[in-house]
């Protein structure tokens, strides 16, 4: 079975810069997209960041010219560049991956932006 696994949060000032990791357990084929999502306390689960097998990316508006997302080619791997990071990205972002024929979930790492 095919495990995501995320890695990189952790507790960053106000203004300062985070990178995230999605790695899958195994290669996985016919990919369509991968996505960033963050769950943050009391809200509704929210898509950061998309990027598609030709590059393509979108971002949500709360993020964009902030967060960049990136992926390897080489392997199932992808990334979530994070500055200038506020109070209001603390949550925590988990990964995901639309193939084909299946959808894969990571766990999540927390993200805490506080002074």
């Known amino acids: 079975q095919v495990r995501l696994v995320e890695s990189g949060g952790g507790l960053v000032q106000p203004g300062g810069s985070l990178k995230l990791s999605c790695v899958a357990s195994r290669r996985i084929f016919n990919v369509d997209t991968m996505s960033w999502y963050r769950r943050a306390s009391g809200k509704q689960d929210e898509l950061v960041a998309l990027?598609?097998?030709?590059?393509?990316?979108n971002y949500a508006d709360s993020v964009k010219g902030r967060f960049a997302i990136s992926r390897d080619n080489a392997k199932t791997a992808f990334y979530l560049q994070m500055n200038n990071l506020n109070p209001e990205d603390t949550a925590l972002y988990y990964c995901?991956?639309?193939?084909?024929?299946?959808?894969?979930w990571g766990q999540g790492t927390q993200v805490t932006v506080s002074s």
């Open positions: 990027i598609t097998t030709v590059g393509a990316t």
């Open positions: 995901g991956i639309n193939a084909r024929d299946h959808s894969y």
